[in-house]
C-alpha cells in the first residue's frame, strides 16, 4: 500500500495551486489572550514544477483580545533549482538566499493537507514508513521528530466514509522503540479514500495526555473534483483542533481553531521559465542575507 500511495502522490509533483486560507480562533483560555491571534485571512499560491518552486503567501491577521490590531502578513519564496530567494515580513521585509532548496510546509500538497499544522514536507508515504524514512528523505529534517519519536503506522481495516471506499491507517506516536501501550503518546488515524488517488478525505488526532477518546485534532478533505482523467483534487479542506485544557479536564470538545482552506484555480501543467522562480520582488533597501 505504501508503493502505491506513494505512486498516487507523484502524480502531484508538478502542480499549480491558488488557495484562500482563514483561520478563525473560537475559543480564548486566559493564558492566551495577549500572544494568540484572532483571526487571519490569506491568499496562496504555490507552484511545483520539475523539482522547482514558488510560493507567494499573503494577508492580514487580527491580534489576540489584548492586543486585537491588524498586521501584514508576506512571504514570497522561489527555488530555480539552484538557489532558493526568499522574502519575509515581520516588523519589516528581510531577504535571504541560500545554496539548495528551503522547502516548505506552506505548499500545497494535497496529500500533506492535514499535516500542515505538524509543519511536514515529507511525502505521506514516506511519514508512514517511520523514522528512518522521515530523517532519511531529501526533505526530512530532525525538527519533525523528537529524539525518543517513531512513528509506527498499522492497518486498521477497509471503510466507506462519505460513500468512498477507505484504508484505514493508524500512525501510532511511540516513545522510545517498542509498541506497548504505555510507551505510545498519540495516534493520527487517516481514512485514504481508494478511488480518489488515496486522498486522506479524514484524519483524526489523539494526544493521550488530553485524551484517548476524543480526537483533539480532525482534518476533512471536501469538494473533490476530477482535474484530469482520474486524478482528483481537494477544493476545500479545513483542520479543526479543540482547546486541550478542557478536554483534558472534563472531556468538553470545546473547539479552539479553525483553519479553512478553498481553492480556486488548479493544475497539473504549469509551465513557467525558470527566470519567473528567481524573481522574488525584494522591496528596495531590503537587507538581504546570503548564507548557505
Known amino acids: 500500500m505504501i508503493e502505491v500511495l506513494r505512486e498516487n502522490e507523484a502524480l ?12 478563525r480562533k473560537k475559543y480564548y483560555p486566559e493564558v492566551e489572550k495577549a500572544d494568540v491571534p484572532q ?26 483580545p489584548a492586543a486585537p490590531g491588524k498586521t ?3 512571504d514570497q519564496k522561489g527555488f530555480d533549482g539552484a538557489q532558493t530567494r526568499f522574502l519575509q515580513l515581520g516588523h519589516n521585509y528581510v531577504g535571504k538566499i541560500i545554496k539548495g532548496p528551503a522547502y516548505d510546509y506552506r505548499g500545497f500538497q494535497p496529500h500533506l493537507i492535514p499535516l500542515r499544522w505538524a509543519r511536514y514536507v515529507v511525502p505521506l508515504a514516506t511519514i508512514l ?3 528512518e524514512a522521515i530523517l532519511s528523505h531529501s526533505r526530512g529534517r530532525q525538527g519533525n521528530l523528537s529524539q525518543d519519536l517513531f512513528p509506527t503506522a498499522s492497518y486498521i481495516a477497509e471503510e466507506k466514509l462519505n460513500g468512498l471506499r477507505c484504508i ?17 503518546s498519540a ?12 486522498l486522506p478525505i479524514k484524519t483524526e488526532s489523539y494526544n493521550y495526555f488530553y485524551s484517548k477518546e476524543i480526537p483533539i485534532e480532525t482534518a476533512e478533505l471536501a469538494d473533490l473534483q476530477e482535474i484530469e482523467p482520474g486524478i482528483w483534487f481537494p477544493f476545500t479542506s479545513s483542520i479543526t483542533v479543540l482547546d486541550g ?11 479552539s481553531w479553525k483553519r479553512e482552506y478553498k481553492v480556486s484555480q488548479v493544475s497539473l501543467k504549469p509551465e513557467y521559465d525558470v527566470n519567473f522562480f528567481r524573481k522574488i ?6 537587507p538581504i542575507d546570503e548564507g548557505n
Not at 169 to 182: D, M, Y
Request: net charge negative; hydrophobic share 30%; aromatic share 12%.
Open 12 to 23: 502531484y509533483d508538478n502542480l499549480e495551486v491558488h488557495w484562500h486560507e482563514s483561520y
Open 39 to 64: 483571526s487571519a485571512d490569506i491568499e496562496g499560491h504555490w507552484i511545483s514544477q520539475q523539482g522547482m518552486f514558488y510560493l507567494n503567501y499573503e494577508g492580514q491577521r487580527t491580534g489576540p
Open 72 to 74: 501584514g502578513i508576506h
Open 129 to 131: 514508513e517511520g523514522r
Open 168 to 184: 484505514k491507517i493508524s500512525l501510532a506516536h511511540v516513545r522510545n522503540e517498542g509498541t506497548s501501550a504505555k510507551r505510545t
Open 187 to 198: 495516534r493520527r488515524d487517516f481514512w485514504l479514500a481508494i478511488d480518489r488517488n488515496y
Open 245 to 255: 485544557i478542557k478536554l483534558r479536564e472534563d472531556n468538553s470538545p470545546v473547539v
Open 281 to 286: 520582488t525584494l522591496p528596495d533597501g531590503t
